[in-house]
């Protein structure tokens, strides 16, 4: 059974930085791309950022670029994102997510999120 | 780049059937026959309902289908039940990026 469990989630101050893991289980996690989605209190589903299988592709959402970084380690089948200069607006859940990515034959690219966790909360305020 | 347009809500009773739109542009889901729609109900994990426009993950009712014309993406649920009330959303990649709508909330009367 795929299971992915999120923690590190808690209240910060702005400016402050913060760490979030994830535990992944149930399939051979170095063959996945991975992708951290948030949602806001009240609000929509937020996709932040994605990691290739070696950790040689990371893509980010315009407003997290430079503050966040995803990174993964496969020896310890782990997805992290690393959280810097924390603003009010990056209050959310946070959810760890799986993706099926791959190129269909005319070499377009494909993929969509398959197994998401439960998620992991991050307070941001003074 | 801008969130994919849902529709703020709808509505339906049981065993009417619903249709939620999603919408983009040419550089998104006009251009990538990778919609993917999920189920989302508060305090769980999403559930995917729908990937590559319109296939169906193993266990996920046949009473969801899913279709796109266009920028547009459609969701229908056919046989509205009571636990198909939830928060629904679509995504769609644009480039190695990835765009979500705002979500439908879908209501059974």
């Known amino acids: 059974e795929v299971q992915l469990v999120e923690s590190g989630g808690g209240f910060i101050q702005p400016g402050g930085s913060l760490r979030l893991s994830c535990a992944a289980s149930g399939f051979t996690f170095s063959s996945y791309w991975m992708t951290w989605v948030r949602q806001p209190p009240g609000k929509g589903l937020e996709w932040v950022a994605n990691?290739?299988?070696?950790?040689?592709?990371?893509y980010y959402v315009d407003s997290v670029k430079g503050r966040v970084t995803i990174s993964r380690d496969n020896a310890k089948n782990s997805l992290y994102l690393q959280m810097n200069s924390l603003r009010a607006e990056d209050t959310a859940v946070y959810y760890c997510?799986?993706?099926?990515?791959?190129?269909?034959?005319?070499?377009?690219?494909?993929?969509?999120?398959?197994?998401w966790g439960q998620g992991t909360l991050v307070t941001v305020s003074s | 780049q801008s969130a994919l347009t849902q529709p703020r809500s709808v509505s339906g009773s049981p065993g009417q059937s619903v249709t939620i739109s999603c919408t983009g542009t040419n550089s998104d889901v006009g251009d990538y026959d990778s919609v993917s729609w999920c189920q989302h109900h508060p305090g769980k994990a999403p559930k995917l309902m729908i990937y590559?426009?319109?296939k169906r993950p193993s266990g996920v009712p046949d009473r969801f289908s899913g279709s796109k014309s266009g920028n547009t993406a459609s969701l229908t649920i056919s046989g509205l039940q009571a636990e198909d009330e939830a928060d629904y959303y679509c995504?769609?990649?644009?480039?190695?990026?990835?765009?979500f709508g705002g979500g439908t909330k879908l209501t059974v009367l």
């Open positions: 590559d426009v319109s």
């Open positions: 995504w769609s990649y644009a480039g190695s990026l990835v765009l």
């Open positions: 997510v799986r993706v099926m990515r791959y190129y269909d034959s005319s070499g377009q690219i494909k993929g969509y999120f398959d197994y």
């Open positions: 990691i290739k299988q070696d950790g040689s592709e990371k």
